[in-house]
Antibody, heavy 116, light 107 residues
Framework: QVQLVESGGGVVQPGRSLRLSCAASGFTFSSYGMHWVRQAPGKGLEWVAVIWYDGSNKYYADSVKGRFTISRDNSKNTLYLEMNSLRVDDSAVYYC?????????WGQGVQVSVSS | DVRMTQSPSALSASIGDKVTITCRASQGVNTYVAWFQHKPGKAPQSLIYAASYRHSGVPSRFSGAGSGTTFTLTINSLQSEDLGTYYCQHYGSYPFTFGGGTKVDMK
């Protein structure tokens, strides 16, 4: 079954860290670029970061640059998002998305809540 | 960074209506525009890529058009299952950006 499944979300205090995972199955993970996208409560979609299929390039939204790190382990078919120095406005549902010229597969999302 | 401005931000329509959503880019993005549908509590669904190409499985009543700075998503003959929020996105250069969204509900 072709799917992406996020995990690792939860409630965390401001300034702390959290690592999200996105497990891929049913397709050749190492052939696809991967993105993280988030949606804060009551807000629209926001692109967060991308990593190329081989991990050679990574790009970030200005809002997370220097605090978040995207990575992947193609041997484990897993995408990661390491989130440090978390802020209240990082609270959102985080989605991983597959891309090869077009975005065609989304995970179901994982909730991250940053609160004291 | 490229800014994507979507209009309207919300609309009400009846079953069978033709609905058009517009997205304007702050600079030319060729045809590097996608459209997504998002329903509450669900993962977004990809509808259109490269401005006018439908993803596999997307009903033919959805169509996209445009190039450069102005893009449209049209839903011909709106169905009840089309309710939700629609987003445009440019992906011509990093950072990718989404429009603010258009919420479609029933009149």
């Amino acid at each position: 079954q072709v799917q992406l499944v996020e995990s690792g979300g939860g409630v965390v205090q401001p300034g702390r860290s959290l690592r999200l995972s996105c497990a891929a199955s049913g397709f050749t993970f190492s052939s696809y670029g991967m993105h993280w996208v988030r949606q804060a409560p009551g807000k629209g979609l926001e692109w967060v970061a991308v990593i190329w299929y081989d991990g050679s390039n990574k790009y970030y939204a200005d809002s997370v640059k220097g605090r978040f790190t995207i990575s992947r382990d193609n041997s484990k078919n897993t995408l990661y998002l390491e989130m440090n120095s978390l802020r209240v406005d990082d609270s959102a549902v985080y989605y991983c998305v597959r891309e090869k010229g077009k975005w065609d597969l989304w995970g179901q999302g994982v909730q991250v809540s940053v609160s004291s | 960074d490229v800014r994507m401005t979507q209009s309207p931000s919300a609309l009400s329509a009846s079953i069978g209506d033709k609905v058009t959503i517009t997205c304007r880019a702050s600079q030319g993005v060729n045809t590097y525009v996608a459209w997504f549908q998002h329903k509450p509590g669900k993962a977004p669904q990809s509808l259109i890529y490269a401005a006018s190409y439908r993803h596999s499985g997307v009903p033919s009543r959805f169509s996209g058009a445009g190039s450069g700075t102005t893009f449209t998503l049209t839903i011909n003959s709106l169905q009840s299952e089309d309710l939700g929020t629609y987003y445009c996105q440019h992906y011509g250069s990093y950072p990718f950006t989404f429009g603010g969204g258009t919420k479609v509900d029933m009149k």
